[in-house]
């Protein structure tokens, strides 16, 4: 406030100047009644003067008695002395009065004057102490009140030096949470019990576009205009928290959110109630989850994606060992069905039982290349390779597999950039994903087939997600052969499936169909796109790769036409573990002409090539057998004659075991089953 006091003096303490003021006039009261007093003892005449003496002093005395006992003094005592020495002092004025104007002149009173004017100066006197003694109890009580007032004064002293450090704390604590509130990621909004908002803090104008200025005592779902389910849903949280007396603080909810712009993100809320000054709040913790949300689901979506790639790498494991352990079987069957054709007459029943037999063999062969195909464990003979040609050739020989009711449309481009590709498994793939075409059409109506072929470019954007999860394809030019087809489509849980193997929706479908393409477009390094819908159809692409520098790999198998009898007595050391593989091979190559010696592991390999070494002129060896291995026995054999040739065997491909026959001078591998017509020939490649 402002202050009439100048500046460089200070103030003056109203109670203290009320303490100098009444004493000041009190005593010139009692001052201006000794005046009179005196006059009256020495009996000095100056009436006029006396009078207005009086005059002032009773006024003065009135004044200040009626101020003191209603304004400052408790003490009664004082008032009542002030109004006793004013009575005394009204009579001696009306005995002073009375002499003054002649009216004690009476021949009666003549003999009584001094009597009276003794009376008047003791009623005067009287007075006087009596007024007297009240100023000296005032100034007691003044001192007293001074003191009082000082302990007073330092009491509110303490107070206000309290206060203004409270005040300074609670300015400091508003500053601090005015800034906890501005710096806060999430949004902060109040409302209060009619759903008007009655605070919005910066975050929670970045989050919904509006700002606090216009939220202000704006009802909350006026503000999320329209009004949709989300803000129905905020409101219907918050109403409990200001219309309930109990505070509470509200669990996490997740809702959907509009901007003002109109766009939706996904939001969190806490929502707490809170009292002030009697009126009950609730506050919301608004906070933007939407990129948060969005990759937790890009997440479950890898997670799920690696969930599916581990499951199909541990069924292309399994498959792997199945294929092994079959080939191992067929070769067997394989070797028995050589013997037999050995010893059958011609053109009889058992004969064609025996050419039945082979075929089924190769059907099982042709089904465990397939299981080898997924697994990606499948030797592959890259070549340089015209796709279009490949696909018309495999289009011309599936039409005759497939209903006369499906409708074929080709769109084949010959002129296509050269690819490094085994024929035959592009061929595999061409053949499932037509035969699959088919399979998808309608049994009485039919429909249509559509393949093309053309150069297409993939992307970074291609490569994310879906079935391109499953391929380590790279961005860049591409060969791809689509076929199409308008059959029943497929939904997603389907889309996921299709590669699993032995999965199919038909009652006679053996699932390896996908299956094998999935292994042989991974070692290709392409990839497959698929794209279906239930009811309007199914379109695959399946892409190859441009690349020129890669560069063809040889085929074992692709050997001159064995000859019999091309022995020539020389010996073979035949190490199989298979007792019945090892029967039969020692059977075929002695009909070959060869001389076998037999083990059926490693150690007993290196002990008859110990004992026989200078006579043996090649080494038949199983890769996989107990005790000792065939890597090991390789080994320990090189060891004691580096230059014999040993010609391998597996029922694993020899891709697969690429790393572990390095460095090992393999002259020769043969992958089971093979037949007696592949190992003579092989046999005599060695010897050549």
Same mark, same amino acid.
């Given at each position: 406030?402002?202050?009439?006091?100048?500046?460089?003096?200070?103030?003056?303490?109203?109670?203290?100047?009320?303490?100098l003021?009444?004493?000041a006039?009190?005593w010139?009261?009692?001052?201006?009644?000794?005046?009179?007093f005196?006059?009256?003892?020495?009996?000095?005449?100056?009436?006029?003067?006396?009078?207005i003496?009086?005059?002032?002093?009773?006024?003065?005395?009135?004044?200040?008695?009626g101020y003191?006992?209603?304004g400052?003094?408790?003490?009664?005592?004082?008032?009542?002395?002030?109004?006793?020495?004013?009575?005394?002092?009204?009579?001696?004025?009306?005995?002073?009065?009375?002499?003054?104007?002649?009216?004690?002149?009476a021949?009666?009173?003549?003999?009584?004057?001094?009597?009276?004017?003794?009376a008047?100066?003791?009623?005067?006197?009287?007075?006087?102490?009596?007024?007297?003694?009240?100023?000296?109890?005032?100034?007691?009580?003044?001192?007293?009140?001074?003191q009082?007032?000082?302990?007073?004064?330092?009491?509110l002293?303490?107070?206000?030096?309290?206060?203004?450090?409270?005040?300074k704390?609670?300015?400091?604590r508003e500053?601090?949470?005015r800034g906890?509130?501005?710096?806060?990621?999430?949004?902060?909004?109040?409302?209060d019990?009619?759903?008007?908002?009655t605070?919005?803090?910066p975050?929670?104008?970045?989050?919904?576009?509006y700002?606090?200025?216009?939220?202000?005592?704006v009802p909350?779902?006026?503000?999320?205009?329209?009004?949709?389910?989300?803000?129905a849903?905020?409101?219907?949280l918050?109403?409990?928290a200001?219309?309930s007396?109990?505070?509470?603080?509200g669990?996490?909810?997740?809702?959907k959110?509009?901007?003002?712009?109109?766009?939706?993100?996904?939001?969190?809320?806490?929502?707490?109630?809170?009292?002030?000054?009697?009126?009950?709040?609730?506050?919301?913790?608004?906070?933007?989850?939407?990129?948060?949300n969005?990759?937790?689901?890009?997440?479950?979506?890898f997670e799920?994606?690696?969930q599916?790639?581990?499951?199909?790498?541990?069924?292309?494991?399994?498959?792997?060992?199945?294929a092994?352990?079959?080939?191992?079987i067929?070769?067997?069957?394989?070797?028995?069905?050589?013997?037999?054709?050995?010893e059958?007459?011609?053109e009889?029943?058992?004969?064609?039982?025996?050419?039945?037999?082979k075929?089924?063999?190769?059907?099982?062969?042709?089904?465990?290349?397939?299981?080898?195909?997924?697994?990606?464990?499948?030797?592959?003979?890259?070549?340089?390779?015209?796709?279009?040609?490949?696909v018309?050739?495999?289009?011309?020989?599936?039409?005759?597999?497939?209903?006369?009711?499906?409708?074929?449309?080709?769109?084949?481009?010959?002129d296509?950039?050269?690819?490094?590709?085994?024929a035959?498994?592009?061929?595999?793939?061409?053949?499932?994903?037509?035969?699959?075409?088919s399979?998808?059409?309608?049994?009485?109506?039919?429909g249509?087939?559509?393949?093309?072929?053309?150069?297409?470019?993939?992307?970074?954007?291609?490569?994310?997600?879906?079935a391109?999860?499953?391929?380590?394809?790279?961005?860049?030019?591409?060969?791809?052969?689509?076929?199409?087809?308008?059959?029943?489509?497929?939904?997603?849980?389907?889309?996921?499936?299709?590669?699993?193997?032995f999965?199919t929706?038909k009652?006679?479908?053996r %699932?390896?169909?996908?299956?094998?393409?999935?292994?042989?477009m991974?070692?290709?390094?392409?990839?497959?796109k698929?794209?279906?819908?239930?009811?309007?159809?199914?379109t695959?692409?399946?892409?190859?790769?441009?690349?020129?520098?890669?560069?063809?790999?040889?085929?074992?198998?692709?050997?001159?036409?064995?000859?019999?009898?091309?022995?020539?007595?020389?010996?073979?050391?035949?190490?199989?573990?298979?007792?019945?593989?090892?029967?039969?091979?020692?059977?075929?190559?002695?009909?070959?002409?060869?001389?076998?010696?037999?083990?059926?592991?490693?150690?007993e390999?290196?002990?008859?090539?110990?004992?026989?070494?200078?006579?043996?002129?090649?080494?038949?060896?199983d890769?996989?057998?107990?005790?000792?291995d %065939?890597?090991?026995?390789?080994?320990?054999?090189?060891?004691?004659?580096p230059?014999?040739?040993?010609?391998?065997?597996?029922?694993?491909?020899?891709?697969?075991?690429e790393?572990?026959?390095?460095?090992?001078?393999?002259?020769?591998?043969?992958?089971?089953?093979?037949?007696?017509?592949t190992?003579?020939?092989?046999?005599?490649?060695?010897?050549?």
């Amino acid at each position: 406030m402002a202050s009439d006091v100048p500046a460089n003096k200070p103030a003056m303490n109203p109670a203290r100047l009320r303490l100098l003021a009444c004493t000041a006039v009190g005593w010139a009261v009692f001052g201006a009644n000794i005046p009179g007093f005196l006059m009256r003892v020495f009996h000095v005449e100056a009436p006029g003067v006396s009078a207005i003496a009086w005059i002032i002093s009773i006024v003065l005395i009135v004044g200040i008695t009626g101020y003191l006992s209603f304004g400052f003094v408790r003490e009664r005592r004082i008032t009542w002395l002030v109004l006793s020495g004013l009575f005394f002092l009204v009579i001696s004025q009306v005995l002073r009065v009375g002499f003054t104007m002649g009216m004690l002149d009476a021949p009666a009173l003549v003999a009584h004057q001094n009597t009276i004017r003794a009376a008047d100066n003791l009623v005067n006197g009287i007075g006087l102490a009596l007024i007297g003694l009240a100023f000296l109890f005032l100034l007691i009580e003044l001192l007293s009140s001074r003191q009082q007032l000082m302990q007073e004064h330092a009491i509110l002293t303490k107070e206000v030096a309290r206060r203004q450090t409270v005040e300074k704390h609670l300015r400091e604590r508003e500053a601090l949470l005015r800034g906890i509130s501005s710096s806060a990621w999430d949004g902060i909004i109040a409302l209060d019990s009619a759903g008007a908002v009655t605070f919005w803090n910066p975050a929670a104008e970045n989050l919904l576009g509006y700002t606090a200025d216009h939220m202000m005592g704006v009802p909350l779902s006026a503000s999320l205009a329209p009004p949709d389910e989300s803000t129905a849903s905020l409101l219907s949280l918050c109403r409990p928290a200001t219309t309930s007396d109990a505070p509470s603080t509200g669990g996490v909810t997740s809702l959907k959110a509009k901007r003002k712009n109109g766009t939706k993100l996904d939001v969190e809320v806490s929502i707490s109630s809170m009292h002030l000054e009697g009126e009950q709040y609730a506050v919301c913790i608004v906070r933007d989850v939407t990129e948060r949300n969005r990759m937790e689901a890009e997440k479950r979506d890898f997670e799920a994606q690696m969930q599916h790639t581990q499951k199909l790498e541990s069924l292309g494991v399994l498959a792997g060992g199945i294929a092994h352990d079959f080939n191992n079987i067929l070769q067997i069957m394989m070797m028995t069905v050589n013997v037999l054709e050995t010893e059958t007459p011609p053109e009889t029943t058992s004969s064609m039982c025996v050419e039945k037999l082979k075929r089924a063999v190769n059907r099982g062969a042709a089904l465990t290349q397939q299981m080898l195909a997924y697994s990606g464990k499948k030797s592959i003979a890259l070549a340089p390779l015209n796709l279009g040609e490949s696909v018309n050739d495999t289009v011309a020989f599936v039409q005759s597999l497939v209903s006369k009711k499906a409708r074929f449309q080709l769109d084949i481009a010959t002129d296509l950039p050269v690819i490094q590709a085994d024929a035959a498994q592009v061929e595999q793939v061409v053949m499932n994903l037509v035969l699959n075409a088919s399979e998808a059409l309608d049994e009485m109506q039919g429909g249509l087939i559509t393949i093309s072929t053309r150069v297409v470019q993939y992307t970074d954007a291609d490569s994310a997600g879906g079935a391109a999860s499953l391929f380590n394809a790279k961005p860049g030019t591409y060969v791809c052969v689509e076929v199409s087809d308008t059959g029943c489509g497929m939904d997603k849980e389907m889309r996921d499936k299709i590669f699993d193997p032995f999965f199919t929706t038909k009652f006679t479908g053996r %699932g390896l169909g996908m299956s094998a393409v999935l292994g042989i477009m991974r070692a290709h390094k392409g990839t497959v796109k698929i794209n279906s819908t239930p009811g309007t159809g199914t379109t695959i692409q399946a892409l190859f790769p441009v690349n020129t520098d890669a560069a063809a790999m040889p085929s074992a198998t692709e050997q001159p036409a064995p000859l019999l009898e091309m022995g020539n007595n020389r010996t073979v050391l035949v190490v199989e573990d298979e007792p019945d593989a090892l029967a039969l091979d020692t059977l075929l190559l002695k009909q070959l002409g060869y001389t076998v010696r037999s083990a059926a592991d490693g150690v007993e390999a290196i002990a008859a090539f110990e004992a026989h070494q200078a006579e043996i002129d090649c080494v038949l060896l199983d890769l996989s057998m107990p005790r000792m291995d %065939g890597l090991q026995a390789l080994q320990e054999i090189r060891r004691l004659k580096p230059s014999i040739p040993v010609l391998l065997v597996s029922g694993y491909a020899e891709d697969d075991l690429e790393s572990r026959l390095k460095d090992l001078n393999i002259q020769a591998f043969l992958e089971k089953p093979y037949d007696a017509h592949t190992l003579a020939a092989t046999l005599a490649g060695l010897f050549a």
